[in-house]
C-alpha cells in the first residue's frame, strides 16, 4: 500500500507542473491587468510601463512562468498585486480563518447527519423518517445565500446572540479569550452551514441502512437474537458508512475551499472570497498560487479517500 | 475641507467609486452645492441634546465600513491603493481622508495656514516652502521633522516604491526624474534650511502653476511620511511591512490600538495631537457586508457608515425613515459620464488624434444620443434622490468652478430628432442610416454591474431606437469591468462607439484625463480649443481665482457644446448617523472632523 501511495505522489508531480502551465496561460488570457481601472488619471504611459515591469508583468508568458517557477523553488509565491504582501502570508491568514470555520462545520454537520441517516432508515417510512426527509428536502431546496441572511438577520441583528461580522472581535485579548471569540464568531455561520448540508448524509446513510436492514447477515444476527440496539451499532453502521467514507477524503481537503456566500455576508476573510476577487481584480500571483494549492489538494484528496475507504472496508485494497 | 489627492480612474458607472483612489471628505456649502439635486441632504447633523459627558468620556464610537471584501490594510497615505483603507484609518486624520496631511484647505479646496503646516509659493524664484508648526508629533511621539515632509516624495518616486501616484507632474521638482529614474540618491530639488530635523522644506520646481495653491494637486505631494520609524525598511517592501501595516503612526487626534486584517480597527485618543483635542475614549471601525448594511443600521449597532463610504440608493430607501438616525450627505467627487470614441492615440507621437471619419465624428450624432436619454427619469427612478442629472464635466462639489447654469442634456426627443435630419441621417426602414447612405450600427460599451445599472443601460437603448438609431451592446451584453477598459484603453479600437462610465476626481479638478496626451483620454478627442482652455486653467493668468474660475465654466460650456464626452449623473456621498451622536459635520469650515464628535448617551436606539 505504501509503494502505491508514493507511486500515486509521484504521478501527482507532472500533473501539478501541466496545472500550473494552465492555470498561468489561462490567467494571462483574462482581459486586463491587475491596474486596470485604477491608475491615476495623470499617469503617463512611461510611468505604467515602469510599474508593469516592477511587477514583472512585462515579459512573454513564458519568460514570466519561469521566473515565477525560480520563486516558488525558493518558497516565495509573490506579492499580491490587491492587497501589497507576500501571498504565503495573505492565504495563510485566510486559510486560518476558513479551517477554523469549514472544520466546525463539517464536525457539526457529521454529529448531526450520521444520527439522523441511521434513524431514519431504522425507522423507514414511518413519522420519523417523513420528518427527516421532508427537513433534508427543505434545507437542500432552500438557496443557501438566502439562509445566511435570513439568519444573520435574525439572530444577529434581530436577537442580537450571535456576532455579525469578522472571525474575532478587536477588543479580544490573551489566548483565552482570542480562541473564546473566535469560537463565537464561527458559531453561527457554522451551524447555518452544517444544519443546511446534510442532505448528502443523510440519504446516503438512510437508504444504505434500508440495504443493510435486509441483507442476510443481519437477519443471521436477529435470528441468533442479538439486541437490535447491536446490530445497528456493530454490523449495520459500520457498512452503511462505505459511500460517506468515499467522500470523506474530499471533504477533509476541501475544507479550504471557503464558502464565497458565507465569507460574504459575514464579512468573514476566508479563502473562498479571496479567490473570487483575486479573479477580479486580475492580482495574478493570487490567482495562481489558489489555483495550484486547490489542484494539489483535490489530487491528495482522490489519495486520500481510496485510503479512506479501504480502512473502512476490508475487502477494498489498494494494489 | 477638502480633500486629496488624484484619485484613480474611472471606475464603475453611475457612481461607485470603490475600486480604486482616495476620495473623501470635501467641501461644499449646503445650500449650493446640490444644485440640480431633487432631494437636498444637510451636510451636516445638528444634535440639540447636551453630550453625556460619561458616555463620551468611557464610551465607544461604532462605525461601519460597507465593502464587500476584507481590506487591504495599508496605513500608509502615498501606498494605499483605495477607498476601503482610506475609511478604516480615516481617524489618524483630522477630517476624513486626510491621512497624514501637510495642510488644511478653505471651501473651495485652497490651501490656508493652520494645519500641521503652512505653504508659501514664491513664484519669483520657482520654489515652494513647507513649514512645519512649531512642536508637531507623530502618535509615537516622536517630533515630525522636515525630513519626514521630504521622505514624502521619496517613498511615492522611488523605483522600487509600489505607489501608484507618481505622475508626470512630480517632474516638475528638480532632480525628481532623475531619483525616479533611480539615477540619482536624493532628490536635488528639495533643501532644508534648517537641517533635516528642522521645521521647513524648499522645493525648487522648474515652473509654478496655480495648481498648487490647491489641495489635490499633482505637483505638491501634501503629506509625511514617519522617517526615522521606517527608514530602515526598503521602499518597495514598505507597503508589506509591520510599520506600516500593524503599527502605522499617524498625526490626528486618534492613535491606532489595533488592526485585525482585513476586518476591523480600534483608534484611542492621541495624546501629542497638536489641535483639537479628541472627546470619545474609542472609536472601532469594522467592515460590513454591503449586502447586509441596512440590517446592521436598522439594529442600531453602529453610530455612523464611514463618510466617504460606499451606499446605494437602495439603501437610502432603507434607512432614510429611520427613526434613530439621520441621514447625512453632500455632492460626490466624481461624476457619470458618456464618452465618444472619435480617434485613436498615436503611439509614435504620443498624442490623442481625432478621426474625422470616424462613425461619432459628427456633433449632430453625439448630441442627439444625449438628448435622447432620459437621465433625470433614470436617476429618479433607481437611485431614490442619491444621483441626479449631471449638467457639465466638473461635480458640483466645487463651488468656485462648476457651472450652475449649464442645461446639460435634459430630455428632449424632438431636438435629438431634429439633430439627425438636419445632419443627414435619414431614416432607411426601421433605423436611420449614415449622412453617406451606408447603414449605422453603434455600440454601446457598458459594465456590468447592478440590476438598476442593467435596466438603465435598457432604457438607454430604448430612447436611442426611439430616435431611429441602431444601438446595440458592444459584443452583444454589458462587459466585465475589466474587459470594458481594456478595450477602451487600445490605442485603437473599433468595438465600443459610446461608453458610459464614471470618473472619481481630485480635489484640484483640471481635468488632465481629457488631454491630449493623456492615454486616459479614452475616446481619443483632441482639439486645439480643448487644449487652450486646460491650459490656461494652469497659466500664470490663472492665479487670479476669478479668471481661473471662468475658464473652468468656458471648459464645461465648450465640453457641452461638442459633446466629445458628455455628463451623466452626480451622486451624493452619504451615510445614516445615530441621533446619539454630536457634532458631526461635513463642511469645509468644521476641519476637526473626529474631534468634534461626543455622544450624548450611551445607548444607540
Same mark, same amino acid.
Given at each position: 500500500m505504501w509503494k502505491t501511495i508514493l507511486r500515486r505522489m509521484l504521478i501527482m508531480i507532472p500533473e501539478v507542473i501541466i496545472l500550473s502551465i494552465l492555470v498561468f496561460l489561462l490567467a494571462k488570457a483574462m482581459p486586463g491587468d491587475p491596474f486596470t481601472g485604477s491608475i491615476n488619471p495623470k499617469a503617463n504611459p512611461a510611468q505604467i510601463a515602469h510599474l508593469m515591469k516592477m511587477n514583472g508583468l512585462d515579459g512573454p508568458w513564458y519568460s514570466q512562468y519561469w521566473n515565477w517557477v525560480v520563486h516558488l523553488f525558493h518558497g516565495n509565491l509573490g506579492n499580491s498585486y490587491q492587497y501589497q504582501e507576500p501571498v504565503t502570508r495573505l492565504i495563510a491568514g485566510r486559510a486560518t480563518n476558513t479551517l477554523w470555520l469549514a472544520l466546525f462545520t463539517m464536525l457539526l454537520t457529521y454529529a448531526?447527519?450520521?444520527?439522523?441517516?441511521?434513524?431514519?432508515?431504522?425507522?423507514?417510512?414511518?413519522?420519523?423518517?417523513?420528518?427527516?426527509?421532508?427537513?433534508?428536502?427543505?434545507?437542500?431546496?432552500?438557496?443557501?445565500?438566502?439562509?445566511?441572511?435570513?439568519?444573520?438577520?435574525?439572530?444577529?441583528?434581530?436577537?442580537?446572540?450571535?456576532?455579525?461580522?469578522?472571525?474575532?472581535?478587536?477588543?479580544?485579548?490573551?489566548?483565552?479569550?482570542?480562541?473564546g471569540s473566535r469560537f463565537y464568531h464561527i458559531l453561527l455561520p457554522g451551524i447555518m452551514g452544517a444544519l443546511f448540508s446534510t442532505v448528502n448524509i443523510v440519504q446516503y446513510l438512510r437508504s444504505e441502512v434500508i440495504d443493510a436492514k435486509h441483507s442476510d447477515y443481519v437477519r443471521t444476527a436477529r435470528s441468533k437474537g442479538v439486541p437490535t440496539k447491536d446490530i445497528y451499532r456493530h454490523h449495520i453502521f459500520r457498512n452503511s458508512l462505505l459511500p460517506i467514507a468515499a467522500f470523506a477524503g474530499y471533504s477533509i481537503t476541501g475544507l479550504l475551499n471557503g464558502s464565497i456566500f458565507t465569507e460574504t455576508i459575514f464579512s468573514y476573510p476566508g479563502m473562498g472570497l479571496l479567490f473570487i476577487n483575486s479573479i477580479s481584480f486580475r492580482d495574478y500571483t493570487v490567482i495562481t498560487a489558489l489555483v495550484l494549492i486547490y489542484g494539489i489538494l483535490n489530487l491528495l484528496g482522490t489519495l486520500l479517500s481510496d485510503i479512506i475507504l479501504s480502512l473502512v472496508d476490508p475487502r477494498i485494497r489498494i494494489q | 475641507m477638502n480633500k486629496k489627492k488624484l484619485v484613480l480612474s474611472a471606475v464603475a458607472v453611475l457612481a461607485v467609486i470603490g475600486l480604486a483612489g482616495c476620495s473623501s471628505k470635501s467641501s461644499s456649502s449646503n445650500s449650493s452645492g446640490e444644485k440640480g439635486a431633487s432631494l437636498k441632504l444637510p451636510d451636516h447633523y445638528t444634535n440639540t441634546k447636551a453630550t453625556d459627558k460619561a458616555a463620551t468620556r468611557n464610551g465607544t464610537l461604532h462605525v461601519a465600513e460597507p465593502a464587500d471584501a476584507p481590506f487591504a490594510g495599508i496605513g500608509d497615505p502615498n501606498l494605499m491603493q483605495n477607498n476601503e483603507d482610506n475609511?478604516?484609518?480615516?481617524?489618524?486624520?483630522?477630517?476624513?481622508?486626510?491621512?497624514?496631511?501637510?495642510?488644511?484647505?478653505? %471651501?473651495?479646496?485652497?490651501?490656508?495656514?493652520?494645519?500641521?503646516?503652512?505653504?508659501?509659493?514664491?513664484?519669483?524664484?520657482?520654489?515652494?516652502?513647507?513649514?512645519?508648526? @512649531?512642536?508637531?508629533?507623530?502618535?509615537?511621539?516622536?517630533?515630525?521633522?522636515?525630513?519626514?515632509?521630504?521622505?514624502?516624495?521619496?517613498?511615492?518616486?522611488?523605483?522600487?516604491?509600489?505607489?501608484?501616484?507618481?505622475?508626470?507632474?512630480?517632474?516638475?521638482?528638480?532632480?525628481?526624474?532623475?531619483?525616479?529614474?533611480?539615477?540619482a540618491k536624493t532628490i536635488s530639488g528639495i533643501t532644508y534650511p534648517d537641517g533635516e530635523t528642522g521645521r521647513s522644506v524648499v522645493i525648487h520646481c522648474t515652473k509654478m502653476t496655480p495648481a498648487m495653491k490647491f489641495v489635490g494637486n499633482n505637483f505638491i505631494a501634501?503629506?509625511?511620511?514617519?522617517?526615522?520609524?521606517?527608514?530602515?525598511?526598503?521602499?518597495?517592501?514598505?507597503?508589506?511591512? #509591520?510599520?506600516?501595516? %500593524?503599527?502605522?503612526?499617524?498625526?490626528?487626534?486618534? %492613535?491606532?490600538?489595533?488592526?485585525?486584517?482585513?476586518?476591523?480597527?480600534?483608534?484611542?485618543?492621541?495624546?501629542?495631537?497638536?489641535?483639537?483635542?479628541?472627546?470619545?475614549?474609542?472609536?472601532?471601525?469594522?467592515?460590513?457586508?454591503?449586502?447586509?448594511?441596512?440590517?446592521?443600521?436598522?439594529?442600531?449597532?453602529?453610530?455612523?457608515?464611514? #463618510?466617504?463610504?460606499?451606499?446605494?440608493?437602495?439603501?437610502?430607501?432603507?434607512?432614510?425613515?429611520? @427613526?434613530?438616525?439621520?441621514?447625512?450627505?453632500?455632492?460626490?467627487?466624481?461624476?457619470?459620464?458618456?464618452?465618444?470614441?472619435?480617434?485613436?492615440?498615436?503611439?509614435?507621437?504620443?498624442?490623442?488624434?481625432?478621426?474625422?471619419?470616424?462613425k461619432m465624428a459628427n456633433k449632430s450624432l453625439r448630441k442627439a444620443m444625449m438628448y435622447a436619454v432620459n437621465t433625470d427619469a433614470v436617476t429618479k427612478k433607481f437611485s431614490y434622490g442619491m444621483s441626479w442629472r449631471a449638467n457639465t464635466l466638473i461635480p458640483p462639489i466645487f463651488d468656485n468652478y462648476w457651472d450652475s447654469s449649464a442645461k446639460g442634456f435634459p430630455l428632449n426627443i424632438k431636438k435629438a430628432n431634429k439633430?439627425?435630419?438636419?445632419?443627414?441621417?435619414? @431614416? %432607411?426602414?426601421?433605423?436611420?442610416?449614415? #449622412?453617406?447612405?451606408?447603414?449605422?450600427?453603434?455600440?454601446?460599451?457598458?459594465?456590468?454591474?447592478?440590476?438598476?445599472?442593467?435596466?438603465?443601460?435598457?432604457?438607454?437603448?430604448?430612447?436611442?431606437?426611439?430616435?431611429?438609431?441602431?444601438?446595440?451592446?458592444?459584443?452583444?451584453?454589458?462587459?466585465?469591468?475589466?474587459?470594458?477598459?481594456?478595450?477602451?484603453?487600445?490605442?485603437?479600437?473599433?468595438?465600443?462607439?459610446?461608453?458610459?462610465?464614471?470618473?472619481?476626481?481630485?480635489?484640484?479638478?483640471?481635468?488632465?484625463?481629457?488631454?491630449?496626451?493623456?492615454?486616459?483620454?479614452?475616446?481619443?478627442?483632441a482639439t486645439a480649443k480643448n487644449t487652450q482652455l486646460i491650459n490656461d486653467m494652469n497659466s500664470n493668468k490663472a492665479w487670479n481665482d476669478s479668471y481661473r474660475a471662468k475658464i473652468f465654466k468656458e471648459w464645461q460650456a465648450y465640453m457641452n457644446e461638442e459633446a466629445y464626452v458628455a455628463p451623466d449623473s452626480f451622486s451624493y456621498t452619504w451615510a445614516p448617523v445615530n441621533t446619539r451622536v454630536k457634532g458631526y459635520s461635513l463642511k469645509s469650515s468644521n476641519v476637526d472632523f473626529w474631534s468634534s464628535l461626543s455622544l450624548t448617551s450611551s445607548s444607540m436606539k
Open positions: 448531526i447527519a450520521l444520527p439522523m441517516g441511521v434513524f431514519a432508515g431504522r425507522h423507514e417510512g414511518k413519522l420519523p423518517d417523513t420528518i427527516i426527509r421532508f427537513y433534508t428536502y427543505v434545507t437542500y431546496c432552500i438557496p443557501f445565500f438566502v439562509i445566511l441572511v435570513v439568519g444573520i438577520w435574525i439572530f444577529g441583528y434581530v436577537l442580537g446572540w450571535f456576532p455579525t461580522t469578522g472571525s474575532i472581535s478587536i477588543t479580544a485579548s490573551g489566548w483565552l479569550d482570542t480562541i | 475609511d478604516v484609518f480615516a481617524p489618524g486624520a483630522a477630517a476624513p481622508g486626510n491621512i497624514n496631511d501637510l495642510f488644511i484647505a478653505d %471651501k473651495n479646496n485652497k490651501i490656508i495656514d493652520g494645519g500641521l503646516a503652512n505653504q508659501r509659493l514664491d513664484r519669483k524664484n520657482n520654489t515652494v516652502t513647507i513649514t512645519l508648526r @512649531k512642536g508637531a508629533k507623530w502618535s509615537n511621539g516622536s517630533p515630525i521633522t522636515a525630513k519626514d515632509i521630504e521622505y514624502t516624495y521619496e517613498v511615492i518616486g522611488n523605483k522600487d516604491s509600489t505607489s501608484q501616484n507618481y505622475t508626470a507632474d512630480m517632474a516638475n521638482i528638480k532632480g525628481m526624474a532623475a531619483y525616479h529614474a533611480g539615477t501634501e503629506t509625511v511620511e514617519p522617517y526615522d520609524y521606517i527608514k530602515n525598511v526598503p521602499i518597495g517592501k514598505l507597503a508589506a511591512s #509591520p510599520q506600516v501595516r %500593524k503599527n502605522p503612526l499617524f498625526t490626528g487626534p486618534y %492613535k491606532l490600538d489595533k488592526i485585525v486584517p482585513g476586518e476591523s480597527t480600534s483608534w484611542s485618543k492621541n495624546p501629542y495631537y497638536y489641535g483639537k483635542k479628541a472627546q470619545i475614549k474609542n472609536i472601532v471601525i469594522t467592515v460590513v457586508s454591503s449586502n447586509n448594511i441596512d440590517k446592521a443600521i436598522q439594529s442600531g449597532k453602529y453610530d455612523f457608515t464611514s #463618510p466617504a463610504g460606499v451606499m446605494h440608493g437602495t439603501d437610502y430607501k432603507e434607512l432614510k425613515n429611520l @427613526k434613530n438616525y439621520k441621514i447625512v450627505g453632500q455632492p460626490e467627487l466624481g461624476y457619470g459620464y458618456f464618452g465618444f470614441n472619435v480617434g485613436q492615440f498615436d503611439t509614435k507621437t504620443g498624442k490623442n488624434v481625432i478621426d474625422p471619419n470616424s439633430l439627425l435630419d438636419d445632419a443627414g441621417y435619414k @431614416k %432607411k426602414g426601421k433605423w436611420r442610416a449614415q #449622412p453617406n447612405g451606408k447603414p449605422l450600427t453603434i455600440y454601446f460599451g457598458a459594465m456590468t454591474g447592478t440590476s438598476a445599472q442593467a435596466a438603465t443601460y435598457q432604457d438607454y437603448l430604448q430612447q436611442w431606437h426611439k430616435i431611429g438609431l441602431n444601438v446595440k451592446f458592444a459584443t452583444g451584453k454589458t462587459m466585465e469591468m475589466n474587459s470594458f477598459y481594456t478595450t477602451l484603453q487600445a490605442p485603437k479600437q473599433n468595438k465600443i462607439d459610446i461608453y458610459n462610465a464614471a470618473w472619481a476626481v481630485s480635489s484640484e479638478p483640471t481635468p488632465t484625463m481629457y488631454t491630449e496626451t493623456s492615454v486616459q483620454n479614452l475616446g481619443h478627442f
